[in-house]
């Protein structure tokens, strides 16, 4: 059975047509940058649509849209960075392509795919964890999504690890996306480079005109004190929100994601360890939890929308 999943980002919308494996077949993707109506991006994901399903029969097509959908009702509640609002995109694409499709969350959409074909593949339970600009994921035990009552669970950034911390976006201080995201790291870093004006960290982030995560890290590599002071810090803040998280779930699977997540084996041996010292009954978790990094990349999104639809059938 082929099934579409297409993921709507800020920057374009992609879309795959996903095989019997879950694996991709064909890709077709439209830019989306600048000022866009619900209209407009509707339109183009019809065109992908009919461009993916012109050579084979379609039974089912996931769309994961980054912000609040209600997929019972076919309609996108709210979009933070693109412009939906309680728009009937089901309805919509049904006039335009005949199809019926179902709407996701593009967060669960990447950790449903790397929970059933990814990372996680095979495993009883997981917790995916995006370490981008901001910090989300989501769960998946025993092969379904934990979605809660109104569909909006699993806001894994937003869980408080310190108590009148720094401030999120969310309106709250101390989110774990307050210290686990890039941007916090990067923010970390900035306030490090003020008061080591001579460090390498602020010789790599002028040569380069800017700082990133990319560049704390290589400084860090290179054991700049005023760096790795800023990553241990890093570390420690987020080894504890996923340790809160293994403390609830007991996953069999915890996988990193995002631009962070890309250092790999090196940032999974620093953190085992800060993790599961603060594990309830450590030794028994770290029998049983496997702390990874995820593995599709940018297709997770694509492919989990397609496995969600094709759950749904
Ligand atoms: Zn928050």
Same mark, same amino acid.
């Given at each position: 059975? *082929?099934?579409?999943?297409?993921?709507?980002?800020?920057?374009?919308?992609?879309?795959?047509?996903?095989?019997?494996?879950?694996?991709?077949?064909?890709?077709?993707?439209?830019?989306?940058?600048?000022?866009?109506?619900?209209?407009?991006?509707?339109?183009? $994901?019809?065109?992908?649509?009919?461009?993916?399903?012109?050579?084979?029969?379609?039974?089912?097509?996931?769309?994961?849209?980054?912000?609040?959908?209600?997929?019972?009702?076919?309609?996108?509640?709210?979009?933070?960075?693109?412009?939906?609002?309680?728009?009937?995109?089901?309805?919509?694409?049904?006039?335009?392509?005949?199809?019926?499709?179902?709407?996701?969350?593009?967060?669960?959409?990447?950790?449903?795919?790397?929970?059933? *074909?990814?990372?996680?593949?095979?495993?009883?339970?997981?917790?995916?964890?995006?370490?981008?600009?901001?910090?989300?994921?989501?769960?998946?035990?025993?092969? =379904?999504?934990?979605?809660?009552?109104?569909?909006?669970?699993?806001?894994?950034?937003?869980?408080?690890?310190?108590?009148?911390?720094?401030?999120?976006?969310?309106?709250? =201080?101390?989110?774990?996306?307050?210290?686990?995201?890039?941007?916090?790291?990067?923010? $970390?870093?900035?306030?490090?480079?003020?008061?080591?004006?001579?460090?390498?960290?602020?010789?790599?982030?002028?040569?380069?005109?800017?700082?990133?995560?990319?560049?704390?890290?290589?400084?860090?590599?290179?054991?700049?004190?005023?760096?790795?002071?800023?990553?241990?810090?890093?570390?420690?803040?987020?080894?504890?929100?996923?340790?809160?998280?293994?403390?609830?779930?007991?996953?069999?699977?915890?996988?990193?994601?995002?631009?962070?997540?890309?250092?790999?084996?090196?940032?999974?041996?620093?953190?085992?360890?800060?993790?599961?010292?603060?594990?309830?009954?450590?030794?028994?978790?770290? =029998?049983?939890?496997?702390?990874?990094?995820?593995?599709?990349?940018?297709?997770?999104?694509?492919?989990?929308?397609?496995?969600?639809? =094709?759950?749904?059938?």
């Amino acid at each position: 059975m *082929a099934a579409i999943g297409i993921d709507v980002g800020g920057g374009s919308i992609k879309g795959a047509l996903i095989g019997e494996d879950n694996r991709i077949v064909k890709e077709a993707v439209r830019a989306n940058s600048g000022a866009r109506s619900a209209e407009d991006m509707a339109a183009d $994901m019809a065109d992908i649509i009919r461009e993916l399903s012109a050579d084979c029969a379609v039974d089912a097509i996931g769309v994961g849209l980054p912000g609040t959908v209600d997929d019972a009702a076919g309609v996108v509640v709210y979009t933070p960075n693109v412009d939906f609002r309680l728009y009937d995109l089901r309805g919509r694409l049904l006039e335009l392509t005949g199809h019926t499709v179902r709407l996701i969350n593009d967060a669960n959409a990447a950790a449903f795919a790397e929970s059933l *074909a990814g990372a996680a593949k095979g495993a009883e339970s997981a917790v995916i964890v995006t370490l981008g600009t901001g910090v989300g994921g989501g769960v998946v035990i025993g092969g =379904k999504l934990l979605t809660g009552y109104t569909g909006a669970a699993s806001e894994l950034g937003h869980m408080v690890i310190v108590q009148d911390g720094e401030p999120c976006g969310c309106g709250r =201080k101390g989110c774990f996306e307050a210290y686990a995201s890039a941007t916090a790291l990067v923010r $970390m870093a900035r306030r490090a480079m003020e008061s080591n004006p001579q460090s390498l960290l602020c010789r790599l982030a002028e040569a380069e005109g800017k700082v990133s995560g990319r560049t704390v890290f290589a400084a860090y590599d290179a054991q700049d004190p005023a760096a790795r002071a800023v990553v241990e810090r890093y570390l420690d803040h987020l080894a504890t929100g996923l340790a809160n998280l293994v403390n609830i779930f007991y996953p069999e699977v915890i996988a990193l994601s995002g631009g962070i997540a890309n250092r790999g084996e090196s940032l999974i041996r620093a953190l085992e360890e800060r993790v599961f010292s603060q594990v309830h009954g450590a030794a028994y978790a770290q =029998k049983r939890t496997r702390l990874t990094t995820c593995n599709l990349g940018y297709e997770a999104g694509m492919i989990g929308a397609a496995l969600y639809a =094709k759950g749904m059938q």
